[in-house]
């Protein structure tokens, strides 16, 4: 598991360092770092002279790895902008999603593909090129989140096009993508990455709450937790997410929080966390009703803008 990620001169984040969890959660207001957060970590991944602290010229880049159990490795842009590393880069993988609902639902040409777009736009193509074995593994754990449903699978449409199929669980009806919940989408989208041919060791996913009725957070944040522990899919996945929700917090705990925010003086993002031992969280806690949202709506902890 990686441990602990430090930012130098990468972009915004002038001098941070971010601890992690099997589940990560970075909040913040809007252009608070948390999508440069997220990009940072993809691993292997260059670095380029515009990743630079206020594009400034002649700064070297510094993004440091901190693993459980396994060497360490280091990206580095010299002042250059010459890339190197520094220790065992191999053997780990990193994957940025940020799904848009409608490149969910198109349908694909034929093509074998092994891992998710960014944008989840080849969903049914890496969905057709699993196994049989793992097509009814994901299913199966796909119809008992969403118990609507008694089946998914793929059919071919036109001149070389296939798209997703859901069988209603009473009537046995088919319907399409378009003909299904946004919800019933990003779950199968989320379980598919957890099931991917290629799979990999850290998922970091962007606005996961965009498109999801509320009720339904508590659901996603739910699976999130199980791909962590690896109760579902192949084996556990690190988790790391970026939200502006209020209502998304509602359904974390802690722990599992980290707060961003802007240096007023110099634009630099700070970041703080939850210490659940501290008489002054415990006594804004209370204050706002057990809710992490409203506190955090509050500009009651670090990391949160005040109105």
């Excluded at 034929?110 to 944008?119: G, I, N």
């Excluded at 008694?150 to 088919?174: C, I, M, Y």
Aim: aromatic share 8%; hydrophobic share 35%; proline share 4%.
């Amino acid at each position: 598991m990686l441990k602990k990620v430090s930012f130098q001169n990468y972009r915004c984040l002038k001098e941070l360092t971010l601890s992690l969890g099997p589940l990560t959660v970075v909040v913040g207001a809007n252009a608070t770092g948390k999508s440069t957060v997220l990009q940072g970590l993809q691993f292997p991944g260059g670095l380029e002279p515009t990743d630079a602290w206020r594009h400034e010229s002649g700064l070297s880049i510094r993004i440091a790895f901190e693993f459980d159990g396994q060497p360490n490795f280091t990206k580095i842009s010299d002042a250059r902008g010459r890339n190197s590393f520094e220790g065992n880069r191999s053997g780990r993988s990193s994957q940025l999603l940020h799904l848009d609902l409608n490149a969910l639902r198109q349908q694909n040409q034929v093509a074998e593909q092994q891992s998710l777009a960014q944008d989840g736009s080849n969903l049914t193509n890496v969905f057709a090129t699993l196994s049989r074995r793992k097509q009814e593994d994901m299913v199966r754990e796909f119809c008992a989140l969403v118990p609507m449903f008694s089946d998914v699978n793929h059919k071919p449409t036109e001149d070389g096009f296939h798209t997703l199929v859901f069988q209603d669980r009473w009537s046995g009806a088919a319907f399409g993508p378009h003909e299904v919940s946004d919800g019933t989408m990003l779950v199968l989208a989320y379980l598919l990455a957890q099931h991917q041919e290629l799979q990999v060791d850290l998922l970091a996913i962007e606005e996961p709450e965009r498109g999801l009725h509320p009720y339904l957070l508590g659901e996603i944040v739910g699976l999130f937790r199980k791909m962590a522990r690896g109760e579902v899919g192949t084996k556990p996945i690190q988790i790391v997410l970026a939200t502006h929700s209020a209502e998304l917090l509602d359904h974390l705990e802690p722990e599992e929080v980290r707060f961003l925010s802007r240096n007023q003086q110099d634009g630099s993002v700070g970041i703080e966390t939850i210490s659940e031992e501290e008489p002054n969280w415990q006594q804004a806690f209370r204050e706002h009703e057990g809710s992490l949202g409203n506190l955090w709506l509050a500009g009651g902890h670090g990391g949160v803008p005040s109105s």
